[in-house]
């Protein structure tokens, strides 16, 4: 029987995740406007060479193309019915490319609505979680990753959630940016401190950080966290570096060596799991594997 997460990690190993999705999306032509979820229905072989390319990279674990499947988030293009079929494909195409042996995690973005605004009640960001969750661990993922979170109230009810429904390990994921003081905050004004005792309180099992910055400002996340907690199992996705806009296009100036050279501090400030997030590739992947193996 295949280990859990939490056994990997209680063993002292260090596990690679993938890399960014959307950005390999847009290189193979989705269009702006378009719905990336609807590519696991109407062209999955180009979510299926993503997966792979990643696992081929010597990741342990792939996400699913799902970030946006909740019921919220496909309403914008008249998707909300279809969250389940799109869900389980999901799935079903990161556990093809996995097989047996590497894991795969159920990718879960924010809803876009927000309680404090009152355009949504706590039942129904249950709801719409659960929904996903369920459909994501149907096609036959290990684990669900609640991710880029920056609320704490809709971060703790994806974890119920996911929690409550499913018998999948959960980890959740905050999205910081750095202030002009120095520290680390979401857009709702959440420090990595902040989320730790909420998050494990709903039932996470692995908590950190994706996107936002770079892998150097994660090293200063992950010691924040660790300050705090010592024994909470870390999992972080940098992204590759902080956004530029260049000769029309956005672009990620951190290179796989650039990247791969700071993961040895990422290991020593307390991170477990690493991987990347926007801009990061199957070779940004590979490397982490060269240096942290």
């Known amino acids: 029987m295949k280990k859990t997460l939490l056994q990997f990690i209680s063993e002292g190993k260090i596990l690679i995740s993938d890399g960014a999705w959307g950005t390999f999306l847009q290189i193979k032509g989705l269009k702006p406007g378009e719905c990336p979820e609807q590519w696991n229905i109407d062209r999955p072989d180009d ?89 994501l661990y149907e096609g036959g993922v290990d684990a669900i990753v609640i991710e880029t979170m920056t609320a704490l109230d809709e971060a703790t009810i994806a974890v119920k959630a996911a929690r409550e429904n499913t018998p999948c390990e959960v980890i959740c994921t905050m999205t910081f940016d750095k ?58 996705h940098a992204n590759a570096g902080m956004p530029v806009f260049k000769d029309g296009c956005t672009c990620f100036p951190e290179t796989p060596e650039m990247m791969a050279s700071i993961a040895p501090s990422l290991v020593a400030a307390g991170a477990n799991i690493i991987g990347g997030c926007c801009g990061t590739t199957p070779e940004h992947i590979r490397k982490l594997v060269e240096v942290l193996r």
């Open 47 to 135: 979510v299926f060479d993503i997966a792979a390319s990643y696992i081929a990279a010597g990741a342990d674990m792939i996400e699913t193309n799902s970030f946006g499947g909740n019921r919220y988030k496909l309403e914008n293009y008249g998707l909300e019915g279809n969250v389940v079929e799109i869900n389980r494909k999901a799935a079903k195409i990161s556990r093809k490319a996995a097989g047996n042996s590497k894991y795969v995690l159920g990718s879960v973005g924010p809803t876009g609505k927000m309680l404090v605004m009152g355009n949504v009640t706590e039942e129904e960001l249950y709801d719409a979680f659960k929904e996903q969750s369920v459909a």
């Open 179 to 236: 202030t002009v003081t120095d520290e680390y905050r979401t857009m709702m004004g959440v420090s990595p401190s902040e989320m730790i005792n909420e998050l494990k309180t709903a039932g996470a099992h692995i908590i950190g950080a994706n996107c936002s910055n770079g892998i150097e400002g994660m090293v200063k996340i992950t010691e924040e966290i660790r300050s705090i907690d010592k024994n909470i199992p870390v999992v972080i």
